[in-house]
């Protein structure tokens, strides 16, 4: 059973960074599909980055391109995402996600089994 743990979350002005973390265990493939979803109060879950943890394929949101950035460390089976440039609409929690199956890189929620239980990420002004 994969289990998926969440750090990093927090409080931050706007325009600050903050960088999350999804460490990953129990399964024994070399590869997975990884990504992070958000989700504010009130609002529907959204993609917000995705990578394949074999090759480093990434896909985005494309709001967030070029404030948010995900990579991995395969080794620690640990994926990251860096948050610049923060803005008080990206107040939400965070989830980690995170799937075997073989597809392209993607931000669709249902595509993910497994899922971690969240970092709260909020943004004051």
């Known amino acids: 059973q994969v289990q998926l743990v969440e750090s990093g979350g927090g409080s931050v002005q706007a325009g600050g960074s903050l960088r999350l973390s999804c460490a990953a265990s129990?399964?024994?493939?070399?590869?997975?599909?990884m990504a992070w979803f958000r989700q504010a109060p009130g609002k529907e879950r959204e993609g917000v980055a995705c990578?394949?943890?074999?090759?480093?394929?990434?896909a985005y949101a494309d709001s967030l391109k070029g404030r948010f950035t995900i990579s991995r460390d395969a080794a620690k089976n640990t994926m990251y995402l860096q948050m610049n440039s923060l803005k008080p609409e990206d107040t939400a929690m965070y989830y980690c996600?995170?799937?075997?199956?073989?597809?392209?890189?993607?931000?669709?929620?249902?595509?993910?089994?497994?899922w971690g239980q969240g970092t709260q990420v909020t943004v004051f002004s």
């Open positions: 129990g399964y024994t493939y070399s590869s997975l599909y």
């Open positions: 990578i394949y943890t074999g090759g480093g394929t990434t």
């Open positions: 996600a995170a799937d075997f199956k073989p597809m392209r890189c993607n931000l669709y929620a249902p595509n993910f089994k497994y």
